[in-house]
T-cell receptor, first 110, second 114 residues
Framework: EADIYQTPRYLVIGTGKKITLECSQT?????MYWYQQDPGMELHLIHY???????EKGDLSSESTVSRIRTEHFPLTLESARPSHTSQYLC?????????FGPGTRLTVT | ELKVEQNPLFLSMQEGKNYTIYCNYS?????LYWYRQDPGKSLESLFV?????AVKQEGRLMASLDTKARLSTLHITAAVHDLSATYFC??????????????FGKGTHLIIQP
């Protein structure tokens, strides 16, 4: 059973607000990822990290930023939310073979 | 650039029937993943296929991998309503170059009717 957590699970916020989506895992994995998914669509990689102090942008351009100060924690920040950021954000971590997904944060920007 | 194509994208089938979902990918990779997603939920790992010729089965689902053809299949045997979901295949981008992490297909939306 994978232990990867995301908060909040649902968030409705106004345009221009700063938000941070939290992701933590207790498996000691070095690799962590953020994916964005619109309803019924495929997932797109927006950020990943190989370990502490490592962050990289993924295939899909995103206005969000990430940090990795601790192995278990990989938060995603939007400095100024816009309606185009409305989506589901899924955090994942990876052992050698498996990639485990958190429950997701469904973000709505009004 | 790694591309992953699934077909069909939509599938409506009757209970008791068999069907196969196909997943093609464009560059060399030795790791292929199948996930299930229910509406509004996260992804549930079904299979991880790690080598050419790998075959894994769980209940009514069986997945296989042909790395030479760059093709994976997910076969459903005697479908039941509980298998209705969206099924994604994904390929590990590491060996294919570009960003690390998984590259996903568009998903197959499967509806199984009584």
């Amino acid at each position: 059973e994978a232990d990867i957590y995301q908060t909040p699970r649902y968030l409705v916020i106004g345009t221009g607000k700063k938000i941070t989506l939290e992701c933590s895992q207790t498996m000691g994995h070095d690799k962590m990822y953020w994916y964005q998914q619109d309803p019924g669509m495929e997932l797109h990689l927006i950020h990943y990290s190989y370990g502490v102090n490592s962050t990289e942008k993924g295939d899909l351009s995103s206005e969000s930023t990430v940090s990795r100060i601790r192995t278990e924690h990989f938060p995603l920040t939007l400095e100024s939310a816009r309606p185009s950021h409305t989506s589901q954000y899924l955090c994942a971590s990876s052992g050698y073979y498996e990639q485990y997904f958190g429950p997701g944060t469904r973000l709505t920007v009004t | 650039e790694l591309k992953v194509e699934q077909n069909p994208l939509f599938l409506s089938m009757q209970e008791g029937k068999n069907y196969t979902i196909y997943c093609n990918y464009s560059t060399t990779s030795d790791r292929l993943y199948w996930y299930r997603q229910d509406p509004g939920k996260s992804l549930e790992s079904l299979f991880v296929l790690l080598s050419n010729g790998a075959v894994k089965q769980e209940g009514r689902l069986m997945a296989s991998l042909d790395t030479k053809a760059r093709l994976s299949t997910l076969h459903i045997t005697a479908a039941v309503h509980d298998l209705s979901a969206t099924y994604f295949c994904a390929v590990d981008g590491y060996s294919g170059g570009g960003a690390d992490g998984l590259t996903f297909g568009k998903g197959t939306h499967l509806i199984i009717q009584p």
